[in-house]
């Protein structure tokens, strides 16, 4: 593979990287190639190998990485980081024993997040998501998926999916989701066709006539909407070629991951409650399951995922914050894989490809980003640590000493 005579050509050369590549195609742990090398030319990767099997080379820039460990980028491919407020009070009222659909019932919950957004202006919203991404993007983030669904009208549905767009300034890819059946909104109470109306009928058409969704979400739940309801909001997307994707199963069992699967989802997540049908339905069709332990943590549910039979199934399982101001005002990547793995049993490579390779794949990205690949996106993080289980080991003391988006290494204070 080594062109002899004529010197290899980089824009930067990291040189003795240990390097947890995520390639499956690589049979060690991790996929990993110790003591290595990786190339990066007009922001791809365009060599890995062994550091002994580097030979001649030119590069404009040389980084000796001196035994540190890289990783793909990480993609955080289930967020609602756009929002208004936060609901600190809700959390000691569920500390004081009263459960999330208690206060969502009560017009609390979403709801309150759907009030503060709806005041905010798009200038402040910006400026405030802006500010909680920096955690991410200190954690190596360099994807992350950003729904909308705290506007459930026009204006402020439109507002939200425009500041998910503008967060590509702050040097991170955004994949953005369409989540207007997310709740019922108050001007809607006890009218809940009417706003799947408004949803399929105009919203959808409107925000795919403005391109500002990548994909379609939903929420299926005694809380939210029924699998009848969502059926309609995906024959919607489809009829705009929109992929989807969905909040399933995460309460209770409604035959949502089922719906997903039929739709040709890309994920289905949550999935506390989904039975092996479910999940077989999911395996045929190719979904990704995506795992938040950060909302199963913080709403002290018993009932964990059956991770179990996603293995036996052969079905992807994608980790993501699920960062929101209810049920995971989480900002810390690395925390969701330390909860993977202490809570729901992953192994510390499967957590790690959950937010990296499989992330990927459920944003429908799987060729651009997500392994340490040639062809893909440089896209990077490099970590002062010994082994890549202290990703998921340490809590609170791990931040990446480089991180790397499209080849390039920009400040982000
Ligand atoms: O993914 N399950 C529904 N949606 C969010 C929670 C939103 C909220 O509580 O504000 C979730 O957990
Ligand atoms: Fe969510």
């Not at 309801?229 to 992929?243: D, H, N, S």
């Not at 479910?278 to 913080?298: C, D, E, R, S």
């Not at 980790?319 to 192994?347: E, K, V, W």
Request: aromatic share 8%; net charge negative.
């Amino acid at each position: 593979m080594t062109q002899k005579n004529k010197p290899l050509e980089f824009d930067t050369l990291f040189i003795n990287a240990n390097l947890a590549t995520m390639d499956p195609n690589i049979d060690a742990p991790y996929g990993a190639i110790e003591n290595g090398a990786l190339g990066v030319k007009d922001g791809r990767i365009t060599w890995i190998s062994k550091m002994c099997d580097l030979l001649d080379f030119e590069g404009e820039e040389i980084l000796d990485c001196e035994g540190d460990w890289m990783t793909p980028g990480l993609v955080d491919c289930h967020t609602h980081i756009v929002f208004g407020g936060n609901r600190a009070q809700e959390f000691e009222q569920r500390l004081n024993g009263v459960s999330y659909a208690e206060i969502a019932n009560a017009g609390g919950g979403i709801l309150s997040t759907v009030k503060a957004t709806r005041e905010m202006n798009s200038q402040d919203l910006y400026q405030e998501t802006s500010t909680r991404l920096i955690d991410f993007l200190y954690q190596g983030v360099t994807t992350i998926e950003v729904k909308s669904g705290y506007g459930l009208d026009m204006p402020t549905e439109i507002k939200m999916l425009e500041v998910a767009r503008r967060l590509t300034e702050d040097h991170v890819r955004v994949r953005t989701t369409f989540l207007g059946a997310h709740a019922l909104p108050p001007e809607y109470k006890d009218r809940p066709d009417d706003y799947i109306d408004l949803v399929c009928d105009e919203m959808i058409p409107k925000i795919a006539e403005l391109d500002l969704a990548d994909a379609v979400d939903g929420f299926c739940e005694n809380m939210a909407f029924s699998p009848a309801q969502i059926r309609r909001v995906f024959e919607a997307a489809k009829k705009y070629a929109l992929p989807v994707k969905l909040h399933a199963e995460q309460l209770s069992n409604q035959g949502g991951a089922k719906l997903a699967a039929e739709f040709g989802a890309l994920s289905a997540d949550h999935l506390e409650y989904i039975d092996e049908d479910g999940v077989k339905a999911m395996a045929k069709a190719g979904t990704v399951a995506v795992l938040l332990p950060g909302a199963f943590y913080y709403l002290k549910e018993t009932q964990k995922p059956p991770v179990d039979l996603f293995r036996k199934y052969g079905v992807p399982m994608a980790l993501a914050t699920d960062c929101n101001p209810g049920s995971s005002p989480i900002t810390s990547p690395l925390l969701i894989l330390n909860m993977a793995c202490t809570l729901f049993g992953f192994t510390p490579e499967e957590a790690l490809a959950g937010m990296t390779r499989v992330g990927a794949q459920a944003l429908g990205l799987k060729t651009e980003t997500g392994t340490l690949e040639m062809g893909k996106s440089a896209d990077l993080a490099i970590w002062g640590i010994e082994h890549p289980a202290e990703l998921c080991y340490w809590v609170g003391d791990v931040a990446t000493g480089y991180r790397i988006f499209k080849g390039e290494d920009k400040k982000y204070e």
